[in-house]
């Protein structure tokens, strides 16, 4: 589990653009693609959803639930 900040969290949304609008225009395809490429992660698993399949849902999961060296 990373130990980012609430403050790091609140900056990276803004910064993905999250609250209505596509994360850097991302397409779920895309989306699937980076973290696969970058992280090696499917964005996609089940551990990844905290409440929904949305993609701030799933990078936020992915912030929780892997360390600090992968998320960083």
Same mark, same amino acid.
């Given at each position: 589990m990373t130990d980012m900040s609430s403050i790091k969290r609140c900056k990276l949304k803004w910064l993905f &653009?999250?609250?209505? &609008? @596509?994360m850097l225009h991302f397409t779920d395809h895309t989306f699937r693609e980076f973290f696969e490429e970058h992280a090696h992660r499917?964005? @996609? %698993? %089940? =551990?990844?959803r905290e409440r929904s399949t949305s993609k701030v849902s &799933?990078?936020?999961g992915f912030?929780? =639930?892997?360390s600090n060296h992968l998320v960083w």
């Open positions: &653009r999250v609250g209505g &609008r @596509d499917n964005i @996609d %698993a %089940a =551990v990844y &799933r990078l936020c912030w929780k =639930v892997e």
